[in-house]
C-alpha cells in the first residue's frame, strides 16, 4: 500500500525558513516523481512544485508564486522528497501535501505568522 | 497559465439521485503526444484529496463506478449516477497538459439536501 507521511511543519514568522518531508513506503521511490501542493485554510488546491525521478533527471519545476524560495530535493536511498521553504510570507500559511498523483498524505500544517 | 472554471460552485443534491459538475479549461488540454490530463479529485471534510478520475476518464482503483468523467477540448464533466452520504466533500478538477504550473479549479461543494 502506498504511504505518504509529511512532517516538519509548525509556526514560523515571516522571513524564517522551514523544511517539509515526505517519507514514502509501499512502493519504489526512485522510479517517481513528487509533487508538493498547498491549501490555504478554506481555500482550494494550489500547486507548489514537482520533482522529477532521477530517470529523467531530478529535475524540478516551480509555481511563480514560490519560485526562488522553495526547493524541492529527493533522496532516494531513504525515500524521502523535502520541500525547503525560506523567506517564508504569511500568504504561505496552508496545509502542505505531498502527492504521487494518484495518492496523497494527510498533510503537514505550516502558519507563518509573527 | 490554464485556468480552470468550474460549475456549480455548491451543489444540493437528494440522495439517490445524480449529480454533474462541469470544468472548463481556458484552453484546449489536448497534449501534443494525444493524451488530455484532466484529472478529478474528491476532497471529504477533514480528509486529504483523493483521486477519483484521470485522463478525462479513467477511474481510479477502488473509486466507485458511480462516478464517470467525460468531456474533451476544453469542456469536461464529473457525474455522479446515485449520490450516496459518502460522496458529501468538495470536488476539483485539474489540468497537468499546460505545465508548470498545473493548475486546480475552485472546487464545488457537494452537499445532500
Known amino acids: 500500500e502506498v504511504q505518504l507521511v509529511e512532517s516538519g511543519g509548525g509556526l514560523v514568522q515571516p522571513g524564517r525558513s522551514l523544511r517539509l518531508s515526505c517519507t514514502a513506503s509501499g512502493f519504489t521511490f526512485g522510479d517517481y516523481a513528487m509533487s508538493w501542493v498547498r491549501q490555504a485554510p478554506g481555500k482550494g488546491l494550489e500547486w507548489v512544485g514537482f520533482i522529477r525521478s532521477k530517470a529523467y533527471g531530478g529535475t524540478t519545476e516551480y509555481a511563480a508564486s514560490v519560485k526562488g524560495r522553495f526547493t524541492i530535493s529527493r533522496d532516494d536511498s531513504k525515500s524521502i522528497a523535502y520541500l525547503q521553504m525560506n523567506s517564508l510570507k504569511t500568504e504561505d500559511t496552508a496545509v502542505y501535501y505531498c502527492t504521487r498523483d494518484d495518492s496523497w498524505g494527510k498533510g503537514t500544517t505550516v502558519t507563518v505568522s509573527s | 497559465d490554464v485556468v480552470m472554471t468550474q460549475s456549480p460552485l455548491s451543489l444540493p443534491v437528494t440522495l439517490g439521485q445524480p449529480a454533474s459538475i462541469s470544468c472548463r479549461s481556458s484552453q484546449s488540454l489536448v497534449h501534443s503526444d494525444g493524451n488530455t490530463y484532466l484529472n478529478w479529485f474528491q476532497q471529504r471534510p477533514g480528509q486529504s484529496p483523493r483521486r477519483l478520475i484521470y485522463k478525462v476518464s479513467n477511474r481510479d482503483s477502488g473509486v466507485p463506478d458511480r462516478f464517470s468523467g467525460s468531456g474533451s477540448g476544453t469542456d469536461f464533466t464529473l457525474k455522479i449516477s446515485r449520490v450516496e452520504a459518502e460522496d458529501v466533500g468538495v470536488y476539483y478538477c485539474?489540468?497537468?497538459?499546460?505545465?508548470?504550473?498545473?493548475?486546480f479549479g475552485g472546487g464545488t461543494k457537494v452537499e445532500i439536501k
Open positions: 485539474m489540468q497537468g497538459t499546460h505545465w508548470p504550473p498545473v493548475t
